[in-house]
């Protein structure tokens, strides 16, 4: 029986986590809990869960309405908060769930603490892939990816030598505006950019779909994981996101995994250690199916994002954490109606051009690069509202 600690509990990973753990009772007992904003759903699950005592919100009210109430558990807040709820709450896995930046200090942390680590939240990767790696190699911690795609990479190098492998092709649904005129993305509202034809997600990995920056990061998240080189690592367009992902040896053989679009699959994956057969019960692929897929090239013109990645990986340094702060910044900004859809990339490519790169970098120089960058975006936010 294994405890999980579960970092960002009320979101779409989040809730679809707890599903994964109340279906495999027998494996996983949730000790923990973190929250944002969306405090209602801890009620419920302290009503349903007796061994779950631990439990971190964002906001002091919240903290001490909750402390008064139930004055034998846990309680923290804030940024601080969740670092002590991971070295006090009893775990054995630690599930990143968070959004954002604000996931990369918990994933550094659990793994200085040696725990295994599902890592849902990309972004640790994108802002601080050596550092994660480094701290993988020198202690015993250990890291499962929770992302469809870097699920079915893993699956496909099963019994194969990461040597022999020519490319890996990560696939892309396209997102909503794949076959949309370049020349109307201006017109693109947030409610246009949050319907995204395959997966439901959060909103902030919603719009990053629609831009292909989510592809971006998960090029990145790819060559972290797999120890791949930018140039190996290429998007290829599923428009019915059935095929995760795939990989090409050398000797020209080509291995796909298919599977429906349910996140709850790779979550069980990284729940399981990457034990294959975890996923029975889930798979639902019609016999036909194979007659009915079309992989598009990806287009580079119309989602310039994307090559974000093969600068990233060329610059390494903090280039990844200005990326992921300005990209945070930005895509808030157009959820909130201050920027249209276009001039996410505009003012990235500015910002991209001008900020501090450091080529050595420490934590404390990811976090400075994370402030300033996002001051820096807010600046040019407000040049092109003027
Ligand atoms: N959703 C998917 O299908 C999917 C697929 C693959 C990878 N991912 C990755 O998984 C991660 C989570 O995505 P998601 O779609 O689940 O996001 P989401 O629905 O927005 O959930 C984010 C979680 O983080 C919490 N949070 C946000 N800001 C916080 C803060 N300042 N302090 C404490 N907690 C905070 C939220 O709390 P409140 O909501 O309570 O404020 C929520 O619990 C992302 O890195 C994403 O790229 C997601």
Not at 327 to 344: G, H, P, Q, S
Request: with cysteine; glycine share 6%; charged share 25%.
């Amino acid at each position: 029986m294994k405890r999980v600690l579960l970092l960002g509990a009320s979101g779409s990973i989040g809730t679809q986590t707890i599903e994964v753990i109340l279906k495999n009772k027998d494996s996983f007992i949730l000790s923990g809990i973190s929250v944002g904003e969306r405090v209602e759903i801890i009620d419920e699950l302290i009503k349903n869960l007796a061994n779950l005592n631990y439990f971190c919100v964002k906001n002091e009210k919240d903290y001490l309405k909750f402390k008064e109430k139930y004055p034998k558990k846990h309680f923290y807040f804030g940024d601080d908060g969740l670092i002590k709820l991971i070295n006090e709450c009893p775990s054995d896995i630690i599930v990143n769930a968070l959004i954002g930046f604000i996931g990369f200090l918990p994933s550094v942390e659990s793994l200085k603490l040696n725990k295994i680590l599902c890592l849902s939240n990309k972004e640790s990767l994108v802002v601080g892939g050596d550092i994660i790696n480094k701290l993988l190699k020198e202690g015993h911690g250990k890291l499962y990816p929770i992302d469809s795609e870097h699920v079915a990479i893993a699956k496909c190098l099963y019994g194969k030598n990461i040597n022999d492998v020519e490319k890996i092709l990560i696939t892309a649904s396209g997102g909503p505006f794949f076959f949309l005129e370049k020349e109307k993305f201006k017109d693109i509202t947030p409610c246009d950019a949050l319907k995204h034809p395959t997966w439901s997600m959060g909103k902030k990995i919603t719009i990053d779909s629609s831009t292909m920056m989510n592809k971006c990061f998960e090029i990145i998240e790819a060559h972290y994981l797999f120890n791949v080189s930018g140039d190996k690592i290429e998007p290829i367009v599923d428009r019915k996101s059935h095929v995760h992902s795939m990989i090409k040896m050398k000797n020209g053989d080509i291995y796909l995994q298919v599977g429906p679009s349910d996140m709850k699959l790779p979550i069980t994956y990284a729940l399981f250690e990457g034990k294959p057969d975890t996923s029975e019960g889930f798979m639902d692929v019609e016999k036909n199916t194979f007659d009915k897929y079309t992989f598009y090239p990806m287009d580079y013109d119309k989602f310039p994002l994307i090559n974000y990645a093969y600068e990233c990986l060329k610059k390494n340094g903090n280039y990844g954490a200005a990326l992921n702060a300005a990209n945070e910044v930005l895509v808030d900004a157009f959820l909130n109606n201050k920027i249209k859809y276009n001039t996410i990339s505009e003012i990235l490519d500015k910002i991209m051009k001008v900020f501090s790169y450091i080529k050595e970098v420490n934590i404390n120089d990811l976090i400075e690069t994370d402030k300033k960058v996002r001051e820096l975006t807010k600046e040019y936010i407000e040049e092109y509202a003027n």
